[in-house]
């Protein structure tokens, strides 16, 4: 987990609600992503952002938008668009100096549609 | 065919055996790979990072990367019951592009 705060832990929606999931990070990384985690199913991007002001589309960003006010924030809204939006969503930071270093995750959300 | 394939398990062990965990890949153009260790309900936390082809070692914990078979291994010696989690295998070409797998849920029996 380190510096990445994911809030809140738990997460329960009606359906046609909007939530918003927050990530925090203090550790001055450049990037940082949005995962969703399904069983038996690797980590899927939903969106990233490598800079303040710009984000781009992952592989499933259909259903979901975000935005990157300020460097140690990455907010993801979850939209009443998302047929199947249970699951438990992962944010991940990196620092972008140099080709060695990788991506850090933070502790997750667990969405729960009601 | 996905462009990560890692069998989910379950494996089960006995204290003290060495594990073998496995991923298999088609994107030749990777070229960092990674093991995610990931406890139930909490965040992937790295566990193994390597460039390239070669072997890694870090205390129990070996990394084997062969990219001319297009495999990745990560063998646990001397398992231990804090040792039971799901292992992710990642690659990527880039640090923005990461391909995971599915993940392997490791038991370790006392």
């Known amino acids: 987990d380190g510096g990445i705060t994911q809030s809140p832990k738990y997460l329960f929606r009606k359906e046609g609600q909007n939530v918003t999931l927050s990530c925090e990070q203090n550790l001055n990384h450049d990037a940082m992503y949005w995962y969703r985690q399904d069983p038996g199913q690797g980590l899927r991007l939903i969106y990233y952002?490598?800079?303040?002001?710009?984000?781009q589309k992952g592989d499933i960003a259909e259903g979901y938008s975000v935005s990157r006010e300020k460097k140690e924030s990455f907010p993801l809204t979850v939209t009443s668009a998302q047929k199947n939006p249970t699951a438990f969503y992962l944010c991940?930071?990196?620092?972008?100096?140099?080709?060695?270093?990788?991506?850090?995750f933070g502790p997750g959300t667990r969405l729960t549609v009601l | 065919q996905k462009e990560v394939e890692q069998d989910p398990g379950p494996l089960s062990v006995p204290e003290g055996a060495i594990v073998s965990l496995n991923c298999t890949y088609s994107n030749s153009a990777f070229q960092y790979f990674m093991w995610y260790r990931q406890y139930s309900r909490k965040g992937p936390e790295l566990l193994m990072y390597?460039?390239?082809?070669g072997n890694k070692e870090d205390g129990r914990f070996t990394a084997q990367v062969d990219k001319s078979s297009k495999y990745i291994s990560l063998f646990i010696r001397d398992s231990q019951p804090s040792d039971s989690a799901t292992y992710l295998c990642?690659?990527?070409?880039?640090?923005?592009?990461?391909?995971f797998g599915a993940g392997t849920r490791l038991t370790v029996k006392p």
């Open positions: 990642a690659m990527s070409e880039r640090n923005n592009d990461m391909r």
């Open positions: 952002s490598q800079i303040v002001n710009d984000f």
């Open positions: 390597t460039y390239s082809s």
């Open positions: 991940a930071t990196t620092k972008l100096a140099g080709n060695k270093d990788t991506q850090y």
